[in-house]
């Protein structure tokens, strides 16, 4: 499979991801619109890796963390008395991953195109789907009340905005942000706010700017109380959730836990069977728990991934991948060139990633982020990244 035919149909299959979820959301059958997402994603990653075999060239580091998943893999069959698809996705899903990196490596440097071309239709093609997608939420949630928990993939195009100068696309980010409830998507864009700010365009001004960002959100929570939209709701009850409890937080006050949407009774259920060495090699693939939600009352089997990406990863993988992994990615992204913006847009957009990945479990679901580190692992950059 060639690069650009691989790209162009992640990119649609992107575009229509987060409409489908909508619809599926509205219609009862968000289950059936995840997977129409997620298998045509990952018979395109095998196709193309197949058919790009030659051109996978791992490096040293690549090939110890491709043993620490198949390490995995024989601990949780070890573990498990049946083979499920969990056991599948959890193994061929971070495998896949690896090799996409060392695939796209290869293939990039001996493949001219104007990438940074690419990448700018890419950011704002999403961001319209993003908006599309805002726009039918609202539309049909006045049919049925459904839960406000969009993630419209934004940060290529507020990135993009950051690094021309583009005040208007930043705004634009930003409301579209403020609209999806997303909380955690929220927090990462003020973060590679900040990195580009100070770090990459070392504007002193950003004080004052991040400042009339903070009293615009500000003054949005007052108006709040006159608006009634699912995400201003959102934001205005975790605002006052915070100001009734927050002379009474605590690790064990059931406010935590309803604060973090469950996650940390996500986390207490994973590592209770945890014995000290399954926090170095993990349960292996295809590992669930069960736990059990203060908030709602309720108690759930089976449970596979985690939200907070780390301890998921650690509970499956075990800690001698997760410090091998996160070292992979940290060692491309020191690397970056604050002259070329491509490069610099996709370093930032592994950084806004890493944040998202403590609120949600993003590491092997996105594949921007392999595309991305494909890039950035190339040796030498030349004019194709410009």
């Not at 990119?11 to 995840?34: A, E």
């Not at 998943?69 to 083979?83: A, D, K, P, Q, T």
């Not at 001004?205 to 709701?233: C, Q, R």
């Not at 020191?334 to 993003?362: E, G, H, P, Q």
Request: aromatic share 18%; glycine share 6%; proline share 3%.
């Amino acid at each position: 499979m060639k690069l650009l035919l691989y790209l162009n149909s992640v990119k649609y299959i992107l575009l229509f991801n987060l409409p489908l979820g909508v619809l599926g959301t509205f219609y009862g059958v968000r289950d059936f619109t995840t997977y129409l997402v997620l298998v045509p994603l990952t018979l395109l990653d095998f196709f193309f890796i197949i058919t790009n075999y030659k051109d996978i060239a791992v490096r040293r580091l690549e090939v110890y963390l491709l043993v620490s998943i198949l390490l995995s893999l024989f601990i949780g069959i070890g573990y498990s008395e049946s083979f499920s698809r969990r056991h599948f996705s959890d193994f061929f899903n971070p495998f896949l991953f690896i090799l996409k990196v060392a695939v796209l490596r290869s293939l990039i440097p001996k493949t001219r195109m104007d990438y940074m071309h690419l990448f700018g239709k890419l950011s704002s093609q999403l961001f319209l789907s993003g908006v599309i997608s805002i726009f039918l939420f609202y539309f049909l949630s006045s049919y049925r009340n459904m839960y406000i928990g969009l993630t419209p993939t934004t940060h290529p195009f507020f990135i993009l905005s950051l690094l021309k100068g583009n005040t208007i696309g930043q705004i634009l980010s930003l409301i579209l942000i403020v609209f999806s409830g997303k909380r955690a998507l929220l927090i990462s864009s003020m973060i590679i706010y900040l990195i580009c700010q100070i770090i990459i365009l070392r504007k002193i001004k950003v004080i004052i700017k991040l400042a009339t960002v903070i009293l615009f959100l500000t003054g949005l929570f007052e108006v709040f109380n006159v608006i009634s939209f699912s995400a201003f709701e959102k934001y205005k009850w975790t605002y006052d959730l915070f100001i009734e409890n927050k002379d009474n937080l605590s690790i064990d006050n059931e406010f935590v836990d309803i604060i973090t949407a469950g996650r940390k009774s996500e986390f207490e259920g994973a590592i209770k069977s945890f014995k000290p060495v399954d926090y170095i090699f993990g349960k292996g693939v295809g590992f669930t728990y069960s736990y059990f939600s203060m908030s709602e009352n309720e108690t759930y089997e089976g449970y596979g991934n985690l939200h907070f990406t780390p301890l998921s990863l650690i509970t499956k993988y075990g800690s001698i991948f997760y410090v091998g992994l996160v070292f992979y990615m940290f060692i491309y992204l020191s690397k970056f060139n604050l002259k070329n913006k491509f490069l610099l847009a996709w370093s930032l957009y592994i950084v806004a990633s890493f944040v998202d990945m403590f609120f949600a479990f993003t590491i092997f679901v996105d594949p921007l982020i392999p595309i991305g580190l494909g890039f950035l692992t190339i040796t030498k950059t030349n004019d194709y990244a410009i």
